[in-house]
Structure formats: C-alpha cells, structure tokens
C-alpha cells in the first residue's frame, strides 16, 4: 500500500471513489442475495406444509368422496418435488424419540410442531415443515420432506451472477475512478504547469480566465492577483533607474547647453537674465520630476502594504488636473462633470489615493501627449455601485491590430514615432486598476482619437439602490 | 403627480439620448419614465407557457445598458420618480392604445427620424402606433451619432 505522505491527492481521490461505489454495489448485492435466500426458504417451506395438509386430509380423512377429490386436487396442482416423502406419526405415540432418531431429525423439531403447530427444520439439502393434523380421532404429526434442488440452483445462479457484476462494476468503478480523479484535477494540473512556466522574465502571463465560476477559477485569479502585484513591482523596479535617468537627462541637456553657449563669450545684462531664466525653468522642472519620481517611488509598489481608503473620483479628477496642468501648461483638459451625480458619496471608490492619481494622469498625459496637447474631455459618471471615467481625446489613435498589445510592456504603437515615451504608463496604469478590480476599455478609431473608460467598483462603500 | 413618459428604445446607449433630451428642460419636475421595446411574442401555447417576461428583457439588455441607467437616474434623482422598462407586443393600434391607458401615459417622446433598430428577431418598430395615437406625441429630431471609437460604450453616455 501507497505511504501516506507521498500519495497523491488525485491517487485518495480515485481510492475513495472506488471504495465507495464498491461499497455500495457489495452492500446492494448482498442484501438482495440475503432477502431471496430468505423469501425462497420461507415458500419453499409453505410448499411442503401445503402438501403436508392436502396429504394429511386425503390420507387420514375418513370420508372416501373428500379422499377421491383430494388426491385428484393433489395429483393436478401440486407437482411433486424432488425427493418428497411424508410421514405421519400418531402425537400420542409413546415413541417419539425413537421415531426421530430413525429419521434423523432433532426431537426438540417434533416438540415444536407439537407445542406450536408447525415447525421447520433443515438438513443439509433436505427441508422438512411439520404440522400438527387433527384427524377425526386421533392428532398426527404430520411432517413432509423435499428436497429444495430448484431454490439452491437458483440461488447458486443468483450468487454467481452476482460476483461476476460486482466484479465487472469493480473494474468500471476504477477506471471511472482514475478518470474521474484525471478530470478533477486536470485544471489543477493546468494552473501548475502555467504557473511554472511564468518567470521573472515573463511576468506578464497570466492564467487563463474561466468562465465557470467555481473553485478553480477563484484559484487562477487569486494566483493572477498575485501576478499583478509582482508584476507591478518588477516593473516599475526595473524601469525606475532608466526612467528616472531619462527623465532628468532633458532639463539637464538645456541647462548645460544654455549655460555653454551663453559663457561662450561676454553677454549683455539682458541675454544673463534671458540664460538665467532658462536655467531656473530647467530647474524647476527637475525639481519637478525628482518629486514625482519620489512620488512613484512613495506609491507602495516596491513592496510595502497597500492602505486602501475612501477616494472621492472627483476630487482626485482636480487633483490630477492640477498636476498635470504643472506638468505641462499647454494641455487642454476639460473635466466634464454632467452626469455627476447629486449625492458626492456615490463618487467615493475603494481605493489608494496615490496610486489612483498615478493611474489618471497616466491616462490624461497619454491622451494630451498623442493628440498634440488638443482638447481632451474628462468624464465622470457614477451607477450606484460603479464609478465611470472616460477621458476621450481626438489624437492619433491606436491602429486596430495594434490595439491589443497596448498593455504590454515597453510596446509602443507603429504611429508613436514622433512622441517620446517608454511604453510603461499604460501597463503600470492596467496594473493599479487592476489591483482596484477595475475595468479598463481602450476604444479608438486611427486618425480620430482614442476613447478610454475606467469602470471602478465602489468596493465596500456599496450604497443602497 | 408625476408624469409619465413614455420613450421607445432599442437598449443602446444611444437610444438613452432621447432619455437625456426628455430630462433636460429646467422645469420638468418630476417623472415617472416607461422605456418602450416592442417585440412580437409567440402565440404557440407551449411557448407562451415558458415565456417570461423578465427572461426576454435579459436577454436584450447588456450590462452597459443597465449601468448607463443607473447613471441617469442617479443624476437626474429629484426628476426620475421611477424609471423601468416595458415590453409591448401588441399588433393592433387598439392594443397600444390600450397599453397606453394601461400605464397612464403622459406623453411619448418620438425621435425624428426613427432610426431604433430591432435588436431581436421579432422586434418590431413601434413609429406607426405612436403616429395614429392620440396621446401628446413629441418629437425630438435625432441624429445617430457618426463613427465614433466609443459606439456601443458605456463612454458613449457622455457624448449626448
């Protein structure tokens, strides 16, 4: 037998399922034998007592008419069985003793039939019923014997019949077993090998999503929870130094390269002041992006806990506006608040404030950046349960057969060439919705724009409908 | 006493403009909305012993059209008394005359020109009825909106 430890949970899976259907079919079987061998003893017995009363009446009946019609009764109805004998013992006889050892019967079987009535008893193949007769003068014991050839044949068959079905069932009950025990977890397995395959160097796989919704699929998306975090971390570990580098480099290039040309030679007051400016603009925007670089840093991905708090969408949507108006002041961002709801508490989401600002502007820079700083609508909308964003912009656009790797890492569209970016906003924005359960669309039509919609849950601040 | 609308729809985002338009007078006060599909229902005993009314809208209606409900009722709470969809099968213009008595319609809102489509296989325009009604008919000119990225998108809701 299979040691505990290293038995397989498909392998005890298999084992119970064929014990029990096993169970089950020996316990069915055995009951059914026992209640035929039952039923077949207790006819066969009201057989003989049958023949014992129509003997006893054509034999000890004084009358001759009755006799005539019993016998005939017993010669048309009553087939003989095999090896049937009857005996007829006076109950008064004195001899009782000696009368059941020449017949080889118990003598507590002839007290029976006389204290009872009836008896029965068994001898190997050979079945005796007693009755007690009363005659016209005297009581008989009157006591008939057959031989139960048919019943045992029968039930010989029934028993044979029955080992040969259990043994069948047996041999369906395992392979159904193993089969069974494969199907279970065969997904399982699946979930494994996916999982083995997925590295640090391919950290953007995921599990596949089931449509069914049982156990199993709560197992995939718990493990592509997992991955998103991880990916999440990994990423933005890995581009945080060539980002950052990237970032910083262009303010710097101005800086030095103003500051070359204007110490070339001797400038007047005006062209100083003109450099200087240059110089403290450069400036504050690395200041700018040292803080928002520290900003990513702070925003709880490389490792620390997420803190999931009440965000109000629509302060957040100022908020983001502000930034980016800071980040870049030739935007044209117009927040469209129409549909916004009366009660602001419908507009609160589940969620982390940093992260979630991180994702917007994510999106809102994406969309002032690739339609060349054009007017770029901001929608709010809330269902009750939901928060919808939509931010639209009339850029670029995506190319159709492009439109599904947009959130792959470092994939940047065939029609980007002109803009400077690194592929990572989009993922890293995917990433943080998807952490907050929300769903991101990105329709776009090329040329015309491009449509994005964030469908936020409200997490526990559900409100009533 | 709230009044009631009546607007024919085709569960498409789109089709919520005429929603949008019915709301937007200032002094509208308050409405009791009926959003109108008409299908044909089959008048095959069996079928009409499993048919389910509930099933049927189900099954036309997505989730985007759902929640872009959702939304206007939201904005629109002190105006939206109730807001619900109704399913006309009727053939004849006495049946939706009496559909109308019915639901004490107030006045149906009739977009111009009808461009709702029949989104299930025995949908049917309901245009001529309204027309030869004699409720107060309004008509809203309504142009479809062109090709836009987000057709068919809860993002559509804005663009109204």
Redesign the interface.
């Known amino acids: 037998m299979f040691s505990k430890s290293s038995m397989k949970t498909q392998t005890k899976l298999a084992i119970f399922f064929f014990l029990a259907s096993m169970a089950t079919i020996v316990v069915l079987s055995a009951s059914v034998y026992y209640f035929i061998i039952q039923y077949s003893f207790t006819d066969f017995y009201k057989r003989l007592e049958i023949r014992g009363v129509v003997t006893a009446k054509a034999q000890l009946d004084q009358e001759e008419a009755s006799q005539a019609v019993l016998q005939e009764v017993r010669r048309l109805h009553l087939e003989r069985l095999p090896e049937e004998k009857e005996y007829f013992i006076p109950a008064d006889d004195g001899e009782l003793p000696q009368t059941a050892d020449s017949l080889g019967l118990p003598l507590n079987f002839f007290h029976q039939i006389l204290q009872e009535g009836e008896a029965t008893h068994q001898k190997e193949n050979t079945f005796y019923a007693g009755i007690l007769y009363q005659g016209k003068q005297d009581k008989y014991l009157v006591i008939v014997s057959a031989n139960n050839y048919h019943n045992l044949q029968l039930l010989s068959h029934l028993r044979n019949g029955f080992l040969l079905a259990i043994l069948i069932v047996s041999l369906l009950a395992l392979s159904m077993a193993i089969a069974f025990s494969k199907k279970v977890f065969q997904p399982v397995k699946a979930i494994t090998r996916r999982v083995m395959e997925i590295s640090s160097k391919n950290l953007h796989l995921r599990l596949e999503d089931r449509k069914v919704n049982d156990e199993i699929s709560e197992l995939s998306s718990t493990f592509n929870n997992m991955l998103d975090r991880l990916e999440t971390a990994f990423e933005t570990q890995n581009n945080f130094i060539s980002n950052a580098s990237h970032e910083l480099n262009t303010p710097l290039t101005s800086i030095i390269g103003q500051t070359d040309v204007t110490l070339a030679k001797e400038r007047t007051k005006q062209e100083y002041v003109e450099t200087l400016t240059v110089v403290q603009r450069e400036a504050g925007r690395l200041e700018k992006i040292t803080k928002s670089l520290l900003f990513l840093a702070q925003t709880g991905l490389t490792g620390k806990a997420l803190t999931f708090d009440k965000v109000r969408m629509d302060q957040l949507l100022w908020d983001v506006k502000e930034t980016i108006d800071k980040m870049n002041p030739r935007n044209k961002v117009q927040l469209n608040f129409s549909l916004m709801p009366d009660s602001p508490e419908l507009l609160k989401v589940k969620g982390n404030n940093q992260l979630l600002h991180l994702a917007l502007s994510n999106l809102i820079n994406n969309a002032c950046k690739y339609s060349n700083n054009q007017a770029v609508i901001v929608s709010i909308a809330a269902s009750g349960s939901k928060v919808i964003l939509v931010v639209k912009d009339q850029g670029i656009g995506i190319p159709e057969d492009e439109l599904k790797f947009i959130f792959d890492p470092f994939f940047r569209g065939s029609n980007t060439k002109a803009f400077e970016g690194y592929g990572i906003g989009l993922p890293l924005t995917r990433n943080i919705l998807r952490l907050h359960q929300a769903d991101l669309e990105v329709v776009s039509t090329l040329n015309k724009g491009t449509t994005v919609q964030v469908v936020l849950p409200t997490g526990h601040y559900t409100l009533d409908q | 006493m709230a009044r009631t609308l009546l607007i024919p729809t085709d569960f498409s985002i789109e089709s919520l403009w005429l929603l949008k338009e019915a709301l937007r007078p200032v002094q509208i006060g308050k409405v009791s909305i009926i959003l109108l599909h008409c299908v044909y229902t089959s008048d095959s005993i069996v079928e009409l012993l499993f048919f389910s009314r509930k099933e049927l809208v189900d099954k036309l209606i997505n989730e985007d059209f759902r929640?872009?409900c959702?939304?206007?009722r939201?904005?629109y709470?002190?105006h939206i008394e109730s807001l619900r969809i109704e399913i006309f099968s009727g053939n004849t213009q006495r049946a939706f005359k009496d559909f109308l008595l019915a639901n004490h319609i107030d006045e149906i809102l009739l977009p111009h020109p009808f461009g709702l489509k029949n989104v299930h296989r025995d949908s049917f325009s309901p245009e001529p009825f309204i027309r030869n009604c004699h409720a107060v008919v309004t008509e809203v000119a309504w142009q479809p909106s062109e090709?836009?990225?987000?057709k068919n998108?809860?993002?559509a809701?804005?663009l109204l």
């Open positions: 929640d872009a959702k939304i206007l939201r904005k709470t002190h090709d836009i990225p987000e998108k809860l993002a809701i804005f």
